[in-house]
């Protein structure tokens, strides 16, 4: 579902906000989805978890490492498949895509050695690599920078829906006891990834390329939006001929941000893939925990989505980024700390689970915006895909860190306090950035 308030945000005429509301009923639904089922194939091994290790004797430094070799894979294979899409469009390349990853995740519940799972994770990065950064280059294919952070937060709503549907499913589906040979943990993993196979057998009559190619819109509508697109962009966007693509300013540029992605990613998947743990190691029972879970990205999905609508308001401003990032750092610190606190230790932990997450994906969409901001046109796709390639080794460090932490202390609270310091560096890195580019503008 599209912000309903697109005439306020934008400050344009009623044709053009009308036009665009039009446009985001169209592909947000289906975009969602997708990310839905791609998020729910990332994370559901987190719920899987207790039954593999269960079975297979999988140690916490051997699970945490294999949900980190997701983004291994897509480090590798995230800049290709990005520029495939740009080069074949978003029908076909994301097709491909969901077939082989749907496989390759049904073909996890069939694991029985470490190696294996390790592949198989690498090889789930490597089919998922170029959607997440193609989704967000599609949007600046059809979107005026102005609605461009809350279609994003839009898109990015599938990541607590993942967790807030998908939690209960995946403990429902737990609780089965599995069915025939199956074991509990292969059922939920061969169910879960039949979303990923239909998905991707039906996208090309679902998905329209971009504005050009799209038979719903009529000429003057393609007209409109290319202007309000225009419009829209700081003028400093129009390319210089003269100048390098890929310069020290632009070099400085993506590294800041792939280091700030970084802290991001790696708070944020330490808490996606050990959550269920956790809670569980908690005490809180395993057919709950699914709803626990729940409640967690019900807080985060709250969250995310007003801090959208706010930092829409001043799309270019630093701020937008660094206030929910000092969110999430406290509600990281706050999940060691509630450990500490036994009389309310579940409630407290839900709501400190709640606020990082909240923290941490309300980030996002401002994190692109200034990523884009100011930037040659043609320097865009690879700036999106290197701070995506380089920042996702945190989605990789994360999950790793925290289960040898967990391995070594028997806790988990080094690990949460670890993800909060990493948000403290990202936020120390844009403030310094942003002080240095107010002294030599």
């Not at 430094?61 to 949900?67: E, V």
Request: glycine content about 10%.
């Amino acid at each position: 579902m599209p912000p309903p308030a697109l005439a306020p945000t934008l400050n344009s005429d009623a044709p053009t906000a009308t036009l665009l509301k039009r446009i985001g009923w169209r592909i947000l639904p289906l975009l969602t989805l997708l990310y839905f089922i791609a998020y729910l194939d990332r994370i559901n091994i987190g719920f899987a978890s207790a039954g593999m290790q269960r079975d297979l004797g999988f140690s916490d430094a051997l699970y945490g490492t294999g949900a980190g070799m997701f983004f291994v894979g897509a480090l590798l294979a995230q800049l290709p498949s990005t520029l495939l899409l740009a080069r074949f469009g978003a029908r076909k390349t994301l097709c491909a895509l969901m077939l082989f990853w749907g496989a390759v995740s049904g073909s996890m519940a069939f694991v029985h050695t470490g190696t294996a799972f390790l592949a198989l994770r690498f090889l789930l990065g490597v089919a998922e690599a170029g959607f997440y950064p193609g989704v967000i280059l599609y949007l600046t294919l059809w979107l005026p920078r102005r609605v461009r952070t809350s279609f994003t937060a839009w898109f990015l709503f599938a990541i607590p829906m993942a967790s807030i549907f998908g939690g209960p499913l995946s403990s429902w589906i737990l609780t089965r006891g599995g069915a025939g040979r199956f074991t509990d943990w292969q059922l939920l993993l061969l169910v879960e990834a039949v979303p990923a196979l239909l998905a991707g057998a039906l996208l090309p009559w679902l998905m329209t390329d971009n504005p050009k190619t799209a038979s719903w819109l009529t000429d003057p509508q393609r007209t409109t939006l290319a202007e309000a697109r225009l419009a829209d962009e700081p003028p400093s966007l129009a390319e210089q001929p003269h100048s390098p693509l890929l310069g020290i300013p632009q070099l400085l540029h993506i590294l800041l941000f792939a280091a700030v992605y970084f802290t991001m990613q790696l708070a944020l998947y330490a808490q996606s893939f050990w959550l269920p743990r956790i809670l569980g190691d908690a005490g809180v029972a395993r057919s709950a925990i699914g709803w626990h879970v729940s409640i967690v990205y019900l807080i985060a999905a709250a969250g995310m989505l007003l801090w959208g609508r706010i930092a829409d308001r001043a799309p270019s401003r630093r701020w937008t980024l660094i206030v929910p990032l000092i969110a999430a750092g406290i509600g990281y610190a706050a999940v060691a700390l509630a450990a500490q606190t036994a009389a309310l230790h579940i409630p407290l932990l839900l709501t400190a689970f709640g606020l990082g997450a909240a923290g941490a994906l309300g980030a996002t969409p401002p994190f692109w915006s200034q990523v884009t901001l100011r930037q040659p046109a043609a320097f865009i796709p690879a700036a999106i895909a290197s701070v995506n390639v380089l920042g996702n080794i945190g989605g990789f460090a994360g999950p790793a860190i925290l289960g040898r932490l967990r391995q070594d202390s028997g806790s988990f609270a080094t690990g949460m306090f670890a993800a909060a310091a990493s948000l403290l560096f990202g936020i120390i890195l844009l403030s310094w950035r942003s002080k240095e580019r107010n002294q030599h503008p």
